[in-house]
């Protein structure tokens, strides 16, 4: 199964979500692909690749026609795999643009590894693209993180806008598998505190809008999370007993639970039976 995380907004916790959520479903004996597709290559720096090892990335497989087999990785967590970005991706849709069938390359080179893995997890960068379309029809469902502000709110009916036409007009069957609230504040004195008064006034508008749409599991703004990449760690490592990995265990069961929803696999756990 292949899942898209997109949000065209920077700053909303798409790479954190990514990286963790992928983290988490390895955890739980899931063959785990993730697929960095941003050219800052975050995802893949955040699982301990060197900026100077990135190379073969992402981009060297889909613009340049280097083996998936061999581009992609092992990292220090069991059962994740990576294919690292990097900053060849900065020029996809130049490329893609003069390549036959260009909104199917990415759909192309997964083929041959799709499976081999429970769950291959897209880390998109925050931009519409030629390489955000090929992820979408390669995709079988697609995660918008969110930050409850009104800016990120305006961004986000836009981004499904853009979604819903893209999938009438390419005919791309691709399901919405939830809205992933991030960054909520954590201070549990809600009367005190302005700002979470009013990221919950935008949690509820999310809420009467999208209804289920939403998942249930928020993650609270938590420094441990800023701290793991640094550490070249998932938050399972770094902090394993935090708020923050007992939250991003709760995402991974209702993503898992949805997921099953539509196809009653229980893979990665049969596995460790």
Same mark, same amino acid.
Request: aromatic share 6%; net charge negative; hydrophobic share 40%.
């Given at each position: 199964?292949?899942? +898209?995380?997109?949000n ?6 798409? &790479? %954190? &979500? ?11 004996? /899931? ?16 699982l301990?690749?060197? /900026?100077?090892?990135?190379?073969? #990335? #992402? ?6 026609? !280097?083996? $998936? ?9 069991? =059962? ?22 260009? *909104?199917?390359?990415?759909t192309?080179?997964?083929?041959p590894?799709?499976?081999? @893995?429970? @769950?291959?997890? =897209?880390? =998109? ?21 969110? +930050?409850?502000? @009104?800016l990120?709110?305006?961004?986000? +009916?836009n981004?499904?806008?853009?979604? *819903?036409?893209?999938? %009438?007009?390419?005919?791309?069957d691709i399901?919405?598998l939830?809205? $992933?609230?991030?960054?909520?504040? #954590?201070?549990?004195?809600?009367f ?6 009013n ?8 809420? *009467?809008? !999208? ?5 249930k %599991? %928020? ?11 640094? @550490? ?5 490592? /770094?902090a394993?007993? #935090? ?5 991003y265990?709760?995402?991974? *069961? ?20």
């Amino acid at each position: 199964m292949v899942i +898209v995380v997109i949000n065209n907004k920077g700053g909303t916790g798409k &790479t %954190t &979500t990514c990286v963790n959520l992928s983290a988490a479903l390895a955890n739980l004996g /899931y063959r785990v692909l993730l697929v960095d597709l941003d050219p800052q290559a975050s995802a893949s720096l955040s699982l301990g690749v060197d /900026y100077s090892n990135l190379s073969p #990335s #992402s981009g060297e497989v889909l613009l340049e026609g !280097y083996s $998936i087999e061999k581009a992609i990785r092992k990292t220090n967590i069991n =059962c994740l795999d990576l294919l690292t970005g990097g900053i060849e991706l900065a020029h996809s849709d130049l490329v893609l643009s003069d390549i036959e069938d260009r *909104e199917n390359k990415l759909t192309e080179v997964l083929e041959p590894i799709k499976d081999r @893995y429970d @769950y291959i997890l =897209c880390d =998109c960068a925050p931009a519409l693209s030629l390489l955000q379309v090929n992820a979408l029809i390669a995709g079988d469902h697609f995660i918008i993180p969110v +930050v409850p502000e @009104y800016l990120a709110l305006e961004g986000l +009916v836009n981004l499904m806008d853009v979604v *819903e036409r893209f999938k %009438t007009g390419m005919g791309v069957d691709i399901d919405l598998l939830g809205i $992933i609230i991030n960054k909520l504040n #954590s201070t549990p004195f809600v009367f005190l505190n302005r700002e979470l008064r009013n990221q919950l006034d935008i949690v509820n508008l999310l809420r *009467e809008h !999208y209804g289920d749409k939403v998942l249930k %599991t %928020t993650i609270k703004r938590n420094v441990q999370l800023t701290e793991a990449p640094s @550490y070249n760690q998932s938050i399972f490592q /770094y902090a394993p007993k #935090s708020n923050a990995a007992q939250q991003y265990s709760q995402l991974a *069961e209702e993503i898992l639970m949805r997921c099953n929803g539509f196809n009653g696999s229980n893979q990665g756990l049969n596995q460790m039976m």
